[in-house]
């Protein structure tokens, strides 16, 4: 489904990634783990072909999604057209409008007669909590509740490839599991999800495969079993 060949991109003259290649297939979770500075976000930020400043530059390689180059892809295009949708670390929710309204946002990108009742209901199920709260303005919900907007609002866009990245930052531990659980969820109705995750072990615990990040390149790589019991990932990631 996704295909990333030898990527190299840059800020400026610094090079963040130097040719990094993997794959995510249709159906899996596959996790990107690595260190603060690792080129994690990087690579979101390239699939997701957003425009200059907040991008990064690709200077080579190529990301193919269903075999088409995403390259030159208009970025409102990866959207709209490819169903390709990025859960941002930070949420960057819009407080000032109610849950319904930022959900209501997400589903300029549907083609005209498209089932949009049926993608409330789907996020609704899924996070009962936005919906008790649907007509609250967003700033006024906790932490956790906030990236299940941020989550909800991607998959109301009609997306059936999401990236999200850190969505456990911030949350106690119960909403960590409650936010992981949600995303198997979504993988067994048919999700295809590349997460990047600070907390490896859970990634790793959830993640059909995984991939190593480190200081731009990819070091190692498995499913997420092969990789919790890798004696370097144990040590770098996973508390030794």
């Given amino acids: 489904m996704l295909e990333i060949k030898d990527l190299k991109v840059r800020y400026g003259n610094i090079e963040a990634l130097h040719g990094i290649s993997f794959t995510v297939n249709k ?6 783990i690595g260190s603060n500075g690792a080129g994690k976000t990087t690579t979101l930020l390239s699939l997701s072909r957003l425009p200059k400043p907040e991008a990064p530059t690709v200077v080579s390689g190529d990301i193919l999604y269903n075999g088409e180059s995403l390259l030159k892809v208009p970025p409102h295009e990866i959207v709209s057209k490819k169903r390709i949708a990025l859960v941002p670390e930070g949420r960057h929710i819009f407080g000032n409008l109610t849950v319904n309204e930022n959900l209501e946002i997400a589903t300029y990108a549907l083609d005209k007669g498209a089932d949009v009742k049926a993608g409330y209901d789907q996020v609704y199920t899924l996070f009962p909590r936005l919906y008790e709260r649907r007509k609250q303005r967003s700033e006024s919900l906790s932490g956790g509740e906030q990236q299940m907007l941020a989550v909800g609002r991607a998959l109301m866009s009609g997306a059936d490839f999401i990236m999200l990245d850190e969505p456990s930052m911030g949350l106690a531990p119960v909403l960590v599991q409650d936010m992981f659980k949600a995303m198997k969820v979504m993988n067994e109705s048919g999700m295809t999800i590349l997460l990047i995750e ?33 004696p370097e990932v144990k040590k770098a990631y996973l508390g030794g």
Avoid: K, P, S
């Fill in 198 to 230: 600070q907390n490896a072990r859970i990634a790793l615990q959830f993640a059909h495969r995984g991939y190593v990040i480190n200081t731009g390149e990819i070091v190692a790589t498995g499913t997420g079993a092969e990789l919790m019991q890798d």
């Fill in 27 to 32: 159906g899996e979770i596959v996790t990107l």
